[in-house]
């Protein structure tokens, strides 16, 4: 039996995965912002006979300050967590700024995986096998980071917005892992492939039409389970890893550079500096 955290756990790769993990006898714990959602969520497990099994967290991770009240909480409730899955993210065709003053896709996207995945690092070197799963794009297409624009205020672009992140949970990966004996957990990015989930978000016109057409050339979101599961009971043994629909990446190129990581690590250190200064 294992602890498994998963965000955006109640729609899509996140609310499969969680209900298999309760299903095989798992303590799961779903966060996510709707509570009409949790209680569907906590109603399924109790039917299921897992109600003391399944923790429904509401929290809108977009914002630091529920990020840092999620983490205090799980490490309040819970010794250990053996995994920690990330699938929250939010697609806007429309830039908007969080009340916290950070660009939405930025914050939900990579800062809660990054405060999240750091935040739990003690929960975590407990467990016998820890392993962070950052369900992204590892190291697909250009790097396309905006070093001196992160959030995007000129020339927003939804589709670059969320490519943009993937590159960045690439580097978060890179670094992560270079953080050595401190964290135990043993970091993946994940790329299943092109799913039929909601593709939870705000869309123009031209977007929605494009995301159906999408859908209906994906594949089922159950078949995404088996390989998450595989990589939860059998953590790789290397630091960090990356696979994109089943196939192991060569961590090489500008996606994975050790420079730019820290680079990003720095900037990411100092936004939460500022953050915390202005609250």
Known sequence: MKTIVVTGGTSGIGQALAHTCLGRGDHVVVIAPDPAKGRKFLDTAHRAGAADRAVFIEADLSLVSENRRVIAEIEDRFAVVDALVLCARYFRSRRTVTSEGIEHNLALYYLSRYLLGHGLADVMNKAGKPVVVNIAGPGVGTPG???DDLGLERGYDGWTAMAQ????NDL??????EAGSTRRARYVLLFPGGTRTGFAGEFDAATAAHIEQMKRAAQPVECTVPPILDIIDAPPREPLSAFVEGAPLRLLGPAFDKDAAARLDGITRQLLRDQASAS
């Open 145 to 147: 980071i905006h070093w």
């Open 165 to 168: 992140g993937g590159r960045l």
């Open 172 to 177: 978060l990966g890179v670094s992560f892992a």
